[in-house]
């Protein structure tokens, strides 16, 4: 007989194997980034075919395979649909979903926090359904950013000067700089000799703020931010998390291209 195994796991995303059949890949509470085969979805009343859908959490139980575990039954825990009716929390979400391919592996010698990524991937698609404004959106994709750095070892250092050693100031009227060949920050001093560009402490202290808290603890910060401000820290962490692996995130270019040719 076949060896079974429950997990709960979130769908990043799918492609198909054959005519009736699709590949799942999805982040396990337990396995961290597995892939699996759903049998039949593509036949029209198939119900796992509407529980192997994007961003929809699942409580599964699996077939193990000798290469490719087989989803036996799946049991929706979070459908997160209010992701999948609007386009800035559709593009986020797969944003979400890139980083975590990217990143996440299900190999324990790497000492992953499987459920500690887990929560945080549900609790940012918690946060990017219920959104009202794209700019909740933005500000949940940014902690998530942060977040998913730190546990996986490659968060930055928002409070030192990576030459110097030296904690920066955190006078809010001053800058300070930062290295994209580097990845770290210095202060006004050590950045004066290096190729970096000015970041304002209020920014900079801002995002250490982040780093700090709780995925869903609120911060000084959360009422005074603004749009501007969420756009411009979202965007510096996607160009540092680009520059940390040769696999850039593809989701905004596609989706920019598709809009400028429909
Ligand atoms: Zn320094």
């Given at each position: 007989m076949k060896k079974s195994f429950m997990t709960e796991a979130i769908n990043l995303k799918n492609y198909p194997l054959n005519d009736n059949d699709s590949i799942v890949v999805m982040f396990s509470k337990t396995k961290g980034l597995m892939r699996a085969v759903a049998k039949?979805?593509?036949?029209?009343?198939?119900?796992?075919?509407?529980?192997?859908?994007?961003?929809?959490?699942?409580?599964?139980?699996?077939?193990?395979?000798?290469?490719?575990?087989?989803?036996?039954?799946?049991?929706?825990?979070?459908?997160?649909?209010?992701?999948?009716?609007?386009?800035?929390?559709?593009?986020?979400?797969?944003?979400?979903?890139?980083?975590?391919?990217?990143?996440?592996?299900?190999?324990?010698?790497?000492?992953?926090?499987?459920?500690?990524?887990?929560?945080?991937?549900?609790?940012?698609?918690?946060k990017?359904?219920?959104?009202?404004?794209?700019?909740?959106?933005?500000?949940?994709?940014?902690?998530?950013?942060?977040?998913?750095?730190?546990?996986?070892?490659?968060?930055?250092?928002?409070?030192?000067c990576s030459?110097?050693?030296k904690n920066m100031e955190s006078d809010l009227t001053q800058s300070c700089f930062y290295s994209y060949s580097l990845g770290s920050f210095l202060c006004l001093e050590c950045g004066d000799n290096v190729n970096g560009i000015r970041i304002h402490n209020k920014i900079r202290l801002f995002l250490a703020e982040l780093s700090k808290v709780d995925y869903k603890e609120k911060t000084k910060y959360d009422e005074l931010v603004n749009f501007a401000v969420l756009e411009k820290c979202f965007l510096f962490m996607k160009k540092y998390i680009d520059n940390l692996s040769n696999k850039k995130t593809k989701i905004f270019e596609v989706l920019d291209k598709t809009l400028i040719e429909a």
């Open positions: 039949g979805v593509k036949r029209p009343k198939s119900k796992l075919g509407a529980r192997v859908q994007m961003f929809i959490a699942n409580q599964l139980m699996l077939f193990e395979g000798k290469n490719l575990d087989t989803i036996a039954q799946a049991q929706s825990v979070n459908t997160f649909s209010k992701i999948r009716n609007d386009l800035d929390k559709l593009s986020y979400s797969m944003y979400v979903a890139e980083l975590v391919n990217n990143f996440c592996s299900n190999d324990y010698n790497k000492d992953e926090n499987y459920p500690e990524i887990y929560d945080l991937i549900y609790a940012t698609y918690e990017i359904a219920m959104a009202n404004t794209k700019e909740e959106v933005i500000f949940a994709t940014l902690k998530f950013q942060i977040k998913l750095m730190n546990f996986l070892g490659w968060g930055l250092d928002f409070e030192y030459k110097c050693q």
